[in-house]
């Protein structure tokens, strides 16, 4: 059964930056792809970020240029790098992995953005 786990959430102020991290129980380059996601509170779940198994990344338009994704394959991680953040930006994150027809989920990281 593969496991994701996710860290580095907390409380920041806006403007402030945060670095997410997944750390998947094996090899990364075995999933079609890893993707965060986030849910704030009465909200639907978002994808904020995706990196194939190949290393293509991509970001929403709308977070372009503050959300980064980027992966270390010798370490089975996902980071996802967030910059000036917000107040909308608060929710809990989740890192999944896709292999085949079967996608797995970590247990979530909150982020808090409040002055």
């Known amino acids: 059964q593969v496991q994701l786990e996710e860290s580095g959430g907390g409380l920041v102020q806006p403007g402030g930056s945060l670095r997410l991290t997944c750390t998947a129980s094996e090899n990364i380059v075995n999933f079609n792809g890893i993707f965060w996601y986030r849910q704030a509170p009465g909200k639907r779940r978002e994808l904020v970020a995706t990196i194939s198994n190949i290393g293509g990344t991509h970001v929403p338009d709308t977070l372009k240029g503050r959300f980064i994704v980027s992966r270390d394959t010798a370490k089975n991680t996902v980071y996802l790098q967030m910059n000036n953040l917000n107040l909308d930006d608060t929710a809990v994150y989740y890192c999944?992995?896709?292999?085949?027809?079967?996608?797995?989920w970590g247990q979530g990281t909150q982020v808090t953005v409040s002055s």
């Open positions: 999944n992995a896709m292999q085949g027809l079967t996608d797995f």
